[in-house]
């Protein structure tokens, strides 16, 4: 069965750039059957889906980080990875990494998520 | 952007209890509605997705109804594992948007 494990530092600096790993164990993430997500938690706040690439390369980001957030895949280590940058005390969240599963269109993609990583707490303080 | 409210914020019942869970969307997603349960410390877990399929392992006693706008999860009957937060997620529309949760707690 999946499993995804995120990892990186649990501290950055504002104005720095937050980077996180999510390793996919027990499946390949080449199968090019999925796309693979990130989504964080404030503190005692809802989820925020951050965008999701495939293992082709393809991404989508959310709008509201589109200018902040890259998404990148490494095939041959079964990971991918999350760059936020210029990150403030709002980036202050629990990070998760899934396996986003649907179906896609000519347009657009139809995605859920399932399994999720045990998530990772990213905290942005000087 | 699709805005995902859930009501109520907080529902208390007993054990053994049914317990009715809304979620509601700004514009329809048709039948594109996913549930998760979530528990203090852990990651979320998919429950339903498609409205009304239940994921892998989950047991009957959850289900999913609706379309549209409207969508409602019911715990037929309430075990002591089953008390967390419930959110829901439309996947119709970029970017995939969650509502903020319903936690239930024990009455």
């Known amino acids: 069965q999946v499993q995804l494990h995120e990892s990186g530092p649990g501290l950055v600096k504002p104005s720095q750039t937050l980077s996180l790993t999510c390793t996919v164990s027990?499946?390949?993430?080449?199968?090019?059957?999925?796309?693979w997500s990130w989504i964080r938690q404030p503190p005692g706040k809802g989820l925020e889906w951050m965008g999701y690439i495939h293992d082709s390369g393809s991404t989508y980001y959310n709008p509201s980080l589109k200018s902040r957030v890259n998404i990148s895949v490494d095939t041959s280590k079964n990971q991918f990875s999350l760059n936020l940058s210029s990150v403030t005390a709002a980036d202050t969240a629990v990070y998760y990494c899934?396996?986003?599963?649907?179906?896609?269109?000519?347009?657009?993609?139809?995605?859920?998520?399932?399994?999720w990583g045990q998530g990772t707490l990213v905290t942005v303080s000087s | 952007e699709i805005v995902m409210t859930q009501s109520p914020a907080t529902l208390s019942v007993s054990p053994g209890e049914r317990a009715t869970l809304s979620c509601r969307a700004s514009q329809s997603v048709i039948s594109n509605l996913a549930w998760y349960q979530q528990k203090p410390g852990q990651a979320p877990r998919l429950l339903i997705y498609?409205?009304?399929a239940r994921a892998t392992g989950i047991p009957a006693r959850f289900s999913g109804s609706g379309s549209g706008t409207e969508f409602t999860l019911t715990i037929s009957s309430l075990q002591s594992e089953d008390f967390a937060i419930y959110s829901c997620?439309?996947?119709?529309?970029?970017?995939?948007?969650f509502g903020p949760g319903t936690k239930v707690d024990i009455k």
């Open positions: 027990g499946g390949s993430i080449s199968s090019g059957d999925y796309y």
């Open positions: 498609g409205v009304s």
């Open positions: 899934a396996r986003s599963e649907g179906y896609c269109s000519s347009t657009s993609c139809q995605n859920w998520f399932d399994p």
């Open positions: 997620q439309q996947y119709n529309n970029w970017p995939f948007t």
